[in-house]
C-alpha cells in the first residue's frame, strides 16, 4: 500500500500554544483528509481537503492540500486540554483510504 | 444522518477460534466499506474494502476473510484466530465523496 509520512511521531506542548503538524508521500492524492482519534474509540474526520492549494479552516484548525497534491498539513492553534488525541492525515485515490502514522498529541494544562 | 454499528466494542478469543465482527450502516445506500486494523503504535491497516453487495477487495494476504452478505452490511471473519490477529479493527463507509466515516472498533485480544 501507499506510504504516507506523518511528522511529527508526538508532540508535548502548553496549553495555549499553537500546533503544526505535516503529512508527506510519494504519491499523488485526489483528497486529503485528517482525523483525530481519542483512546479506544474510532477516528473522527476534522477536515477534509479537495483541491490542490486549498486552505480549510473549522474553528481554531487549519488544513491546506499542498500545491503538488502530494503533502498537507494541518495548525492547531490556541491548543487546550481537549485536542489531545492523536491525529491522522489520510490521502484518498480511487476507492481507497491511506492513512499517516498518526501525531501524538499531549497538551499540559 | 448516516450512523455506523459496529459490534462487539471488545471481545477476547483463543488462540485457533472463529472470529466473527459485524457492522452495519444506517442512513444511505450503496456505501463503500472498509475494514482496517490498528496494531499498538497507530497506523492504520486497510484490510478489505467493498465497493457492493458480494464485491470484496483484499489489501493484504492474511488469516482473515470479509463479506458482504447486505448493502450496509460488512463482516470481518477468521476461522482460526492467531495471536496475530490481536488489534484494534475499525470499520468505516464512504460514499462518492471521498470521506470515511468510522465506527468505534472492536478490540481482539487474541489468547
Redesign the interface.
Given at each position: 500500500g501507499q506510504q504516507l509520512n506523518q511528522s511529527p511521531q508526538s508532540m508535548f506542548i502548553q496549553e495555549g500554544e499553537d500546533v503544526s503538524m505535516n503529512c508527506t508521500s510519494s504519491s499523488i492524492f485526489n483528497t486529503w483528509l485528517w482525523y483525530k482519534q481519542d483512546p479506544g474509540e474510532g477516528p473522527v474526520l476534522l477536515i477534509a481537503l479537495y483541491k490542490a492549494g486549498e486552505l480549510t479552516s473549522n474553528g481554531r484548525l487549519t488544513a491546506q492540500f499542498g500545491i503538488t497534491r502530494k503533502d498537507s498539513f494541518l495548525n492547531i492553534s490556541a491548543s487546550i486540554p481537549s485536542d489531545v488525541g492523536i491525529y491522522f492525515c489520510a490521502g484518498h485515490t480511487g476507492n481507497q483510504f491511506y492513512f499517516g502514522t498518526g501525531t501524538s498529541l499531549t497538551v499540559i494544562p | 444522518s448516516q450512523t455506523i454499528h459496529?459490534w462487539p466494542a471488545t471481545l477476547v478469543q483463543p488462540v485457533g477460534s472463529p472470529l466473527s465482527l459485524e457492522c452495519t450502516v444506517e442512513g444511505t445506500s450503496n456505501p463503500?466499506l472498509?475494514w482496517?486494523r490498528q496494531a499498538a503504535g497507530?497506523?492504520?491497516?486497510?484490510l478489505f474494502?467493498s465497493?457492493g453487495i458480494g464485491q470484496i477487495s483484499s489489501?493484504v494476504p492474511q488469516n482473515l476473510s470479509a463479506s458482504r452478505p447486505q448493502d450496509r452490511q460488512f463482516i470481518l471473519s477468521s476461522k482460526k484466530l492467531l495471536l496475530s490477529d490481536s488489534g484494534f479493527y475499525?470499520c468505516?463507509w464512504?460514499l462518492d465523496?471521498?470521506?470515511?466515516?468510522?465506527?468505534?472498533?472492536t478490540?481482539l485480544t487474541v489468547v
Open positions: - | 459496529q463503500n472498509y482496517y497507530r497506523g492504520l491497516q486497510l474494502y465497493v489489501e475499525l468505516a464512504s465523496v471521498a470521506e470515511a466515516f468510522f465506527g468505534q472498533g478490540r
